[in-house]
């Protein structure tokens, strides 16, 4: 079954812990993003990776970490450093640079923090 | 970071009838993207415009873009009780690096009376 994997769909932890959010994809897609969404507002990038182990800063970067070890994955960790982490984390994938602009988006993970 | 224009942030309709939906921007952008989502998913891509003045269908779904390159609409004609959830317009500049992440408007929620 093709396609971008997220897990798990809900997730709870407490405040001051870490946590990881997976996201894999069998689509062959180069580029990989995660985004934010908070309720009433449109995605935020957060991370986005072109290429294995290459990433860069998106527009809301602060308090959060990646790694991009192999071309199917793309965690991403919510530190303790995040003022704000409860959020609807969205992955998202991008078919070969240079020829494709669409970016196809996994069902999500809900993070709670109480 | 800059946000694309979606307004109103609802719209209500009766079955049947057309809808129409802008998105504006005070920037360029070379690709427009319409996505759909559904409570709890990630959002769907719907139509890609890749030039400027482009009119692309798919379905009851109709997408332009803009001569200026600065603003999209989505139009639904005949709607019917699947159409409900949040529509997203983005806007992207190019398919490498920064140019590549998508600036997303807020959504519009769109619920439709039976």
């Known amino acids: 079954d093709g396609g971008i994997t997220q897990s798990p769909k809900y997730l709870f932890r407490k405040e001051g812990q870490n946590v990881t959010l997976s996201c894999e994809q069998n689509?062959?897609?180069?580029?990989m993003y995660w985004y934010r969404q908070d309720p009433g507002q449109g995605l935020r990038l957060i991370y986005y990776?072109?290429?294995?182990?290459?990433?860069q800063k998106g527009d809301i970067a602060e308090g959060y970490s990646v790694s991009r070890e192999k071309k199917e994955s793309f965690p991403l960790t919510v530190t303790s450093a995040q003022k704000n982490p409860t959020a609807f984390y969205l992955c998202?994938?991008?078919?070969?640079?240079?020829?494709?602009?669409?970016?196809?988006f996994g069902p999500g993970t809900r993070l709670t923090v109480l | 970071g800059q946000q694309l224009n979606q307004s109103p942030q609802s719209m209500f309709i009766q079955e049947g009838e057309d809808v129409s939906m802008n998105c504006t921007s005070s920037?360029?952008?070379?690709?427009w993207l319409w996505y759909k989502q559904d409570p709890g998913e990630g959002p769907v891509l719907l139509i890609a415009?890749?030039?400027?003045?482009e009119l692309t269908s798919n379905g009851r779904l109709t997408a332009q873009f803009g001569i200026t390159r600065k603003d999209s609409f989505l139009n639904i004609s005949a709607s019917i009780p699947s159409d409900v959830g949040i529509y997203f317009c983005?806007?992207?500049?190019?398919?490498?690096?920064?140019?590549?992440?998508?600036?997303f408007g807020k959504g519009i929620t769109l619920s439709v009376r039976p």
């Open positions: 983005a806007g992207q500049l190019g398919y490498t690096g920064a140019n590549s992440k998508l600036t």
């Open positions: 990776s072109q290429i294995v182990n290459d990433f």
């Open positions: 415009l890749y030039k400027a003045g």
């Open positions: 689509l062959n897609h180069d580029a």
């Open positions: 920037s360029i952008f070379n690709t």
């Open positions: 998202a994938t991008r078919g070969r640079l240079a020829t494709y602009n669409e970016q196809f």
